[in-house]
């Protein structure tokens, strides 16, 4: 596994891809046994965990260049604050193959996975096969994904286009679990899709194989493909920049990005995981390093946070923390020059997790994108591919941060995306916005009143939905049934003053409207259908979270009464026609150009 | 006069209470519902014709009446008050802005031409600005108060209606209420024209209709006219087709049908230059 950053490899990784693709390399395809239990790497013999120095894998990430940080480097370093955390010298190895990780932890070489949750998930059943003594215990969450990965594809204007699809994504790495979000929101199944992998996540010039072993080289060789799960820079590539591909200069004509975690913000979480017999002999070193690894995210977090002050931010502790960010970027982007990419990566294409983020994704059960959902969520999606045979879950440390009195809780700040109403509503009519997820309410004539409790898993699913996308607006539409206007209409335009309708049994004439009476009454009722529903995921909140009214940030959401200007049947002709116009809708929107960032290239020089 | 007012009054509190009764929707969500309060309500212009007739007892009284009946008006409705003649008593468009209303009427003082159709015109551009920046979802109605007739337009009372009918396409409703028996040219062109001591009339055109009616109710419909209906689902919702050719709008569109009609003008040039150029080709 090898998650690489935007700018600085970009030309390296393109240079590759060209000479790659003008030799006419053939594309490596790999197999993962179903179950993933019966692949080789869970014969490795199990060992116990070698004392010494601590053996700990990084990958590249820029969240791991705090573990780094906090290490004094990769080499062992007794002094160092994660080395005084352990107890012992941490030698910090980069590992971006899951299967070798696999393999060193099984055989005792090192304690610890570093992987998403996904992969942990995947690999869970495996390992506690072998012994329960090596079920991962995940410890700690390092970051969320936001912006660094993505879905490209050709021939799909919507995720449910990708029925049929054949795709590419890495074996066992972070994007397999991504691509399962997309299919399971979509409406689909493992098997509506023919899922292909190779072995990197990206180029890769230490892999010995030769061909192409990575989805964007698979993409661009194999015209099969439809579609590939990317790392930033090479979804930029596919797409000509982020547009749709022509063909020309590695781009695949008509690939356009689908999606990328600035949008599904809260899909992919970085974890490190530790074996179940070393954790119960060493809990409290454990969490000793979980907490100093925490404490390094919030001195880098507050140097984030000076960057995103802009033009008031503090140039010497901008420049201070450039400095210490260079030998990070010489390390986790193989160039010290890199230091801005690797900052953009780590305060923008990433979110560090610090210890709320920890609380909240361990501690909140109820939380749909929380370890307990996560978990569930992946489990059953592998279980339903054959990935896995039966749900075999990771467990959690569980660590309390806010129990003790050496850490106050902070004071949830709640951080908008979006600047403004306004910004939303432009956000949302841009040219490059899709529809994610809809969910459509039915009211009855004249009324707008919706309550959750009528529908308490449509709006659980809704909760987690919103969540997961958590860089996307939520537009919320109501609709008029347009019957009546059209009645009104048509006899005005004949000249006529009432109309006739049945009161018991016999038909009595009343005086009719006037058109802009009913358009004026239309567009309320339309808005009021819209913001039932706006209403009624705040009481759902409220009432099944135990949210407040400050702690709920609703400031995605765009409320919209289109009147009836678009209904589902233009003239309805039946109450069931009528009934599915006097509706409102809940629809998810992907933004992903739109997505204002907290600081620009420009506020780093 | 007197009667008349009061009968005024009597029924537009009845309405306020009306329409305040659909907003007291209770919640612990306060700022939820200022926002939803903020997006929707009513919008009433109040067109107040303080014109020379207008002179002495009766404008007393119907500033009197006008400003009790404002105290009692109810929450969540945006007031602008536009007299015909004293500008610099107008009042923009304020949320539950009625004691501003009250003070402007308050030192209202009758005096002046009766510039009927200068006033509409500036009501709609106040109401179109309003609808592009704060909310495209209040029920916009404009009360034109008048005992006379239009002195300044040279289309005269003509004018006047034609503005009415422009302000009504543009989903405004228009509500003219005469004095002493004057003004009832507006009778027609009007969304509602009341005569002020008509009490049941002025009480049933101020209630808000339904957009939507139960499923269960059947209407009488000839196959003709749904015939007519199917024909005018085709066409862009909020456009009406006209009763007749008087009914023009005297205001300008959005632009977009003259942007279609261009579009067709051009493509009929083309296609005609085309034909134009083929046959002489052919000749040649």
Sequence with gaps: ?605 | MKNQLSSLVYFLSAHFLALSNSFGQVSEFAELEAEYASQTGTAYTIVFDDSGSMIGQKIREAKQAFAWWLEKAGPNNAWCFLPLNSRYLDVEFVKNGESQVIRAVKNLEAGGITPIVDTLALAYEKIKTRRETVTPYERHLVIILTDGAETKDPGGNSAVCKSIVGLRDKGIEVFGIGFHGEGSYLDGFASHYVAANNREELQRSLSQVDAEVPLNIEFLISGEEKKAMALLATMPAGKTPQVNPDRVSAFEDDGETDAMVLIFVVLVIVAVGALVLVSLAKKS
């Design chain 1, 1 to 605: 596994m090898k998650r690489v950053f935007p700018s600085f490899l970009f030309s390296l990784f393109v240079s590759f891809l060209v000479t790659g693709a003008a030799l006419g390399q053939k594309v490596n395809y790999l197999e993962i046994p179903k179950p993933f239990k019966n692949d080789p790497v869970f014969k490795t013999p199990m060992g116990s965990v070698k004392s010494g120095i601590l053996q700990m894998p990084f990958i590249t990430w820029a969240a791991d260049g705090v573990t780094i940080h906090a290490n004094g480097g990769e080499k062992p370093n007794a002094g160092s604050k994660l080395g005084r955390a352990a107890g012992t010298p941490v030698k910090l190895e980069r590992v971006d193959e899951f299967d070798k990780q696999l393999r060193a932890y099984i055989s005792g070489d090192s304690p610890f996975l570093r992987g998403t949750i996904g992969m942990i998930n995947l690999a869970s059943e495996g390992l506690t096969a072998i012994s329960p003594e090596l079920t991962p215990v995940v410890f700690l969450k390092l970051s969320w994904s936001t912006g660094a990965d993505g879905f490209v594809a050709k021939g799909v204007e919507k995720l449910s286009d990708l029925k049929g699809k054949t795709i590419v994504v890495q074996r066992t790495g972070p994007h397999m679990d991504l691509i399962n979000v997309l299919l399971e929101d979509a409406g689909l199944t493992p098997a509506d899709v023919t899922v292909k992998y190779v072995a990197d996540i990206t180029e890769n010039p230490d892999n010995p194989v030769p061909g192409i072993n990575d989805p964007a080289g698979a993409f661009r060789a194999d015209s099969s493909v439809d579609g590939a799960a990317a790392i930033f820079p090479d979804i930029l590539t596919l797409t000509a920049g982020g547009n749709v591909g022509t063909g020309a200069e590695d781009s695949v004509k008509g690939a356009k990005p689908i999606l990328t975690t600035r949008t599904a913000s809260r899909v992919i979480a970085d974890v490190y995981a530790v074996r179940a017999d070393w954790f119960k002999a060493n809990r409290d070193r454990v969490k000793s390093m979980a907490k100093t690894l925490l404490e390094e995210q919030k001195f880098f977090r507050d140097h984030l946070d000076n960057i995103a002050k802009k033009k008031s931010a503090d140039q010497a502790k901008l420049r201070e923390f450039k400095q210490l960010s260079r030998p990070l970027a010489g390390i986790i982007l193989f160039d010290e020059a890199a230091v801005e990419d690797f900052v953009f990566w780590l305060g923008l294409d990433s979110e560090l997790a610090l210890f709320s983020g920890n609380d909240e994704f361990f501690g909140n059960e109820r939380s749909p994108v929380g370890f307990a959902a996560a978990n569930k969520r992946i489990q059953a999606y592998y279980v339903s591919g054959g990935l896995i045979s039966s749900p075999t879950y990771p467990t959690a440390a569980s660590f309390k941060w806010f129990e003790s009195t050496s850490l106050a809780a902070p004071v949830v700040a709640l951080k908008p995306v979006f600047s403004s109403a306004q910004a939303v509503r432009s956000a949302a009519e841009s040219a490059d916005a899709g529809t994610l997820f809809t969910y459509t309410f039915g009211f009855p004539a004249s009324m707008a009143d919706l309550a959750w409790r009528d529908y308490p898993d449509v709006f659980n699913t809704i909760h987690e939905k919103v969540t997961r996308y958590g860089g996307a607006v939520v537009q919320l539409r109501g609709h008029s049934d347009n019957f009546f206007y059209n009645f009104v209409r048509m006899k005005r335009s004949r000249g006529d003053t009432s109309y006739e309708r049945k009161v018991g049994g016999a038909f009595k004439k009343f005086p009719l409207p006037q058109v802009e009476e009913l358009s004026n009454a239309a567009n309320k009722l339309s808005y009021s259908r819209a913001f039932a529903v706006k209403r009624a995921y705040a009481q759902y909140l409220r009432e099944h979270f135990g949210l407040s009214a400050q702690e709920m940030d609703l400031s995605r959401f765009d409320v919209k009464g289109m009147g009836v200007s678009d209904p589902r049947h233009s003239n309805p002709s039946s109450p069931q026609q009528r009934t599915e116009n006097m509706r409102g809708e809940l629809i998810i929107i992907g933004v992903e150009s739109e997505i204002p960032l907290d600081f620009g290239m420009e506020d780093l020089r």
